[in-house]
DNA sequence: AATTATATGTGTAAAATCAACGCAAAACAT
DNA sequence: ATGTTTTGCGTTGATTTTACACATATAATT
């Protein structure tokens, strides 16, 4: 039934969007949706959609999600809410912004998806909306994030070697580290296991595999420890 | 006119809420309004309301900020935006929830508002809808921007005293400083200015008058500065 | 096949930062 | 008057960060 809902006084479209990172030997990237329809038909933009009246906004990223590139059981937060009055030339809309962390690596669908495609974080095409504002503050939101939390293991396939990790620590925040302390100050959180795959390491060149601990994590967060990178 | 907006799929409200601390001798507090209505009659709430469409979300929690208890001017940020279903028993709202910081010594209005109250962050009343989970929110959110952002002086009077300022970070941070380290970090950091008003500083006793000096630290931002503590 | 270059792991010493602490002087309390 | 409190200043040892060199097996080159 169309145009049903009548209210006493008017009321902006809530929607959500969701950028989405994604990590692999080429570096930071990011998924998009090129759009069909007026207006901006041929941006590019994030996946997103209308809040419905029986979800709150993260389940409503996450279906947007799944619906639009087929990504499923990622890491989603919100990071910030857009409302300027003219942000949407179609009418009046809030956007609950979230970002999605996927492993890239695991992960079926998203570029199979229709008109889902991965951009490098540098090569990045013209947004529709407000969709670059939005993506310079995701950006800012997830680098000022990661110095206190392992959200970079997000990114990561579940098993991964130091260099990887620099690599994903120097891509998001845009510095380098030398690789001994970086590894030293890793080691030294103790929230890395090491993995061991029954192959046997011979020579340095192939590098120690590792897995985020999670459990010891939360151990020591519960007990006050604050991670710092 | 009631009842004249309509629209093709069901949306929600959007209001925003503001968080309002305040800092003096006594510690950190926060501003409350009692409701006088149902729901949460007699309960107490952050004071806020309904987005116009004219409108962005910090405007509106400004606005209804000074509609409230009268104060205009102060520092205000949006935090984190609540959407639960079933967090209002009035219908579905979504709110974007903002935090105030109010120099209270220098401010009017507030608690001349009628039933607007102060209340110390440890005796915090029984809060309307989910007001004590967004308080909670609030507190996190100072306490993680506090580190890295020279927000505290927008609790403190322009000219402040370094006990003062020391105060102010051990109240919302829930730590001690040592104040000899606390005053060398803070002198350090190079962004708080020494105000001479005039008197003649004899002994030690009456402590030295800063201001915090907002280009200085604005300069050392662009350069590239990460302010920490 | 031999040679060279590259990627990875490990340790140490200097420098910088942080943490703990003592002392002196004027104001305040008694 | 006398003792207590508040504030400013500076020192020293501990901890953390930074800079840096070498050995080894794989990969690349010739």
Same mark, same amino acid.
Request: hydrophobic share 40%; glycine share 6%; charged share 25%.
């Given at each position: 039934?169309?145009?049903?809902?009548?209210?006493?006084?008017? =009321?902006?479209?809530?929607?959500?969007?969701?950028?989405?990172? /994604?990590?692999?030997?080429? /570096?930071?990237?990011?998924?998009?949706?090129? =759009?069909? !329809?007026?207006?901006?038909?041929?941006?590019?933009?994030?996946? +997103?959609?209308?809040?419905?009246?029986?979800?709150?906004?993260?389940?409503?990223?996450?279906?947007?999600?799944?619906?639009?590139?087929?990504?499923?059981?990622? &890491?989603?937060?919100?990071?910030?809410?857009?409302?300027?009055?003219?942000?949407?030339?179609?009418?009046?809309?809030?956007?609950?912004? &979230?970002?999605?962390?996927?492993?890239?690596?695991?992960?079926?669908?998203?570029?199979?998806?229709?008109?889902?495609?991965?951009f490098p974080?540098?090569?990045?095409?013209?947004?529709?909306?407000?969709?670059?504002?939005?993506? =310079?503050?995701?950006?800012?939101?997830?680098?000022?994030?990661?110095?206190?939390?392992?959200? +970079?293991?997000?990114?990561?396939?579940k098993v991964?070697?130091?260099?990887?990790?620099?690599?994903?620590?120097?891509? !998001?925040?845009?510095?380098?580290?030398?690789? =001994?302390?970086?590894?030293?100050?890793?080691?030294?959180?103790?929230?890395?296991?090491?993995?061991?795959? $029954?192959?046997?390491?011979? $020579?340095?060149?192939n590098p !120690?595999?590792?897995?985020?601990?999670?459990?010891?994590?939360?151990?020591?967060?519960?007990?006050?420890?604050?991670?710092?990178?």
């Open positions: 039934m169309k145009g049903t809902y009548t209210y006493v006084y008017p =009321r902006p479209s809530v929607t959500t969007d969701c950028v989405i990172f /994604g990590f692999d030997a080429q /570096g930071l990237s990011i998924l998009l949706i090129e =759009r069909g !329809i007026e207006p901006f038909k041929g941006c590019w933009a994030f996946p +997103g959609g209308f809040m419905q009246m029986d979800e709150d906004a993260e389940t409503c990223a996450c279906r947007e999600l799944e619906e639009e590139t087929g990504l499923k059981d990622v &890491h989603v937060e919100q990071f910030c809410t857009f409302s300027e009055v003219n942000r949407d030339p179609r009418g009046r809309t809030v956007t609950i912004a &979230h970002f999605a962390l996927v492993k890239k690596s695991e992960v079926k669908g998203a570029d199979d998806a229709a008109q889902a495609k991965w974080i540098d090569s990045i095409p013209p947004l529709a909306f407000d969709h670059d504002r939005i993506l =310079r503050v995701a950006l800012h939101a997830l680098r000022e994030k990661i110095h206190f939390q392992p959200i +970079g293991f997000e990114l990561l396939p991964f070697t130091m260099p990887q990790l620099q690599d994903l620590y120097e891509s !998001i925040l845009e510095v380098q580290f030398d690789r =001994r302390n970086f590894a030293n100050k890793m080691l030294m959180q103790g929230i890395l296991t090491e993995v061991n795959d $029954g192959t046997v390491r011979k $020579g340095t060149r !120690i595999k590792y897995s985020f601990n999670s459990e010891k994590y939360s151990q020591m967060k519960a007990k006050g420890f604050r991670l710092e990178f």
